[in-house]
DNA sequence: GTGATTGCAAATCTTTTGCACTAAA
DNA sequence: TTTAGTGCAAAAGATTTGCAATCAC
């Protein structure tokens, strides 16, 4: 389970892709791992942070989300066009898509199964399935 | 089959919508819709037309493939954060995107299988399923 | 004619970058 | 110290928009 993770569990992964513990990403790990799984955009956490009386960049959280991602501390989310998720759960899972809200909910990994898939184009390997169900709000 | 779409479908379909076959609405058709299906990018597109001896500008590249989109005789594929793809397979089927160079393959429809899906949030219905095969070129 | 469509340039939005300043080790 | 990290403002890309000119009906 995700949930659960230890706040010094965030230390050591850092430390181990050698990324400095800073205040900043300290603070917005804090946001992003204390409190369940979280899907979060670049401007929300920000925004968040600021709330929270966290000074930090825009430009600081975009280069904390990627590193984090690099890091397997978090999985970017492709659903939006216009805007990129960064998933807190990065168990192998798939997500329902709101599109008129934006909002983006888990589906367990053990809740959907994919058949076995067909040979990927030559020369490729599989890196990873996404499975995103797109769900309107009926009126 | 869609790589067999006669021409004068496009336009019965334009006329359904109420979009009025202009120059540059045929033009961009016809490159759309000529010769397989295809995936591409307003840029990509542009481009193509103005290679053609079509002059036709950026903004109206974006506005007819919206159109062409709500219309039902394009599909957008969202598989990378900076860009949006428009598919001119509107059956029902999937896609392998390789990362490195951003190409997109389809996958037929019945060569994946997804299983029962889990119920849509509360108050939402399914609009479409996607399923997102992200491969890597492997050295 | 007249209302839809187009082109252009400017605007917008998200994300990235360059660089001087600051902080961790 | 020494090197990584940060903030800011500017830049970059993709996409959208406002509006006058143009075209389909």
């Known amino acids: 389970m995700n949930a659960v993770r230890p706040f010094s569990h965030v230390l050591d992964q850092l430390r181990a892709v050698g990324l ?16 369940g799984n979280r899907h ?11 709330r929270a009386n966290i000074r930090v ?3 600081t959280v975009y280069n904390t989300l990627h590193q ?6 978090l999985r970017e ?3 939006d066009a216009s805007r990129s998720y960064f998933d807190t ?14 909002r983006l909910d888990d589906i367990p990994g053990d809740q959907i ?12 390997s599989v890196k990873r399935v996404d499975v995103i169900v ?5 009126p």
Not at 68 to 73: C, E, H, I, K
Not at 92 to 98: L, P
Not at 113 to 124: C, D, K, Q, R, Y
């Open 134 to 138: 797109r769900v309107t709000e009926s």
């Open 77 to 79: 989310i492709i659903v």
């Open 68 to 73: 984090f991602t690099t890091a397997g501390l």
């Open 57 to 59: 960049s825009l430009a």
């Open 113 to 124: 199964i994919v058949s076995e898939l067909p040979e990927a184009p030559e020369g490729t």
């Open 89 to 102: 759960n990065t168990s192998e899972h798939h997500h329902f898509f709101v599109e008129e809200t934006g």
């Open 40 to 50: 979060i955009t670049a401007e929300v956490l920000h925004a968040e942070a600021l």
């Open 20 to 35: 400095r513990p800073t205040r900043q990403r300290l603070a917005l790990a804090k946001l992003l791992f204390e409190g």
